[in-house]
């Protein structure tokens, strides 16, 4: 992997260990199968996409979502030394529920926790980020995503935007797996971001280190720690 020796959130944890979430890793080893169509929204500098893309094989397809130039640029050259650049789609884009300008707010030493903000929100001087315009797409306004099999959403604070913004890829009634990471402080009515995946046919577990894949309800998902990340696996 191309990583950026001055990333001490994800890079420096590569570079020391060789691999990232392993309770999240070892799940998509079990989850994603040769022939797969899988989409790996924030995907940084590509962990999961190489590891997706080495599973689904010749025969599958990987696209990976990163608005982040400097985090796609490196994963594409990433999937090119390891010789998946023939089915895997690399798209420098930032998704939501609609199409706007916003703002990416990058920590110049953590990439990972890049987030978006309304294009003319301020940006606070006492923390070291870049900022880039960009305009926001849907994920259902790409017509060759609607067969996914397994879709990938790791997102700082977007993902029950970008929830929404795949509402016609969920509409279909297609067997989904998707592994979303929520975090109850990112979105301003987290239980309705809940009842909103409950009514859409999936049922919802969660993913932890100790005890891999675990039944969880609405009540315990709620009632987690509101800053805490929660790894949900939702099927149907």
Request: net charge negative.
């Amino acid at each position: 992997m191309i990583v950026d020796t001055t990333d001490v959130g994800l890079s420096s944890h590569l570079l020391l260990d060789g691999y990232w979430e392993m309770w999240l890793t070892e799940l998509l080893a079990q989850l994603v199968k040769p022939g797969m169509k899988v989409i790996d929204v924030g995907a940084n500098l590509g962990y999961f996409s190489l590891l997706m893309a080495d599973l689904v094989g010749s025969d599958g397809q990987v696209h990976a979502f990163e608005p982040n130039a400097d985090l796609a640029r490196r994963m594409t050259q990433s999937l090119a030394i390891n010789g998946f650049d023939g089915i895997t789609t690399v798209h420098e884009q930032a998704l939501a529920d609609t199409e706007a300008d916003v703002l990416l707010v990058v920590p110049t030493d953590e990439p990972k926790n890049a987030h978006l903000l309304p294009a003319d929100h301020p940006i606070a001087g006492d923390v070291a980020t870049e900022s880039r315009l960009m305009r926001t797409r849907r994920l259902d306004s790409y017509p060759e995503l609607y067969d996914a099999d397994i879709i990938k959403i790791d997102a700082d604070t977007s993902e029950m935007t970008i929830w929404h913004g795949m509402s016609g890829i969920l509409k279909n009634g297609r067997p989904l797996t998707v592994v979303l990471e929520f975090a109850r402080v990112r979105y301003e009515d987290p239980g309705a971001f809940i009842d909103r995946i409950l009514l859409d046919g999936f049922s919802i577990s969660v993913i932890t280190l100790e005890g891999g894949v675990q039944p969880i309800d609405r009540e315990a998902i709620l009632s987690a720690p509101l800053t805490e990340d929660v790894m949900l696996l939702l099927v149907r």
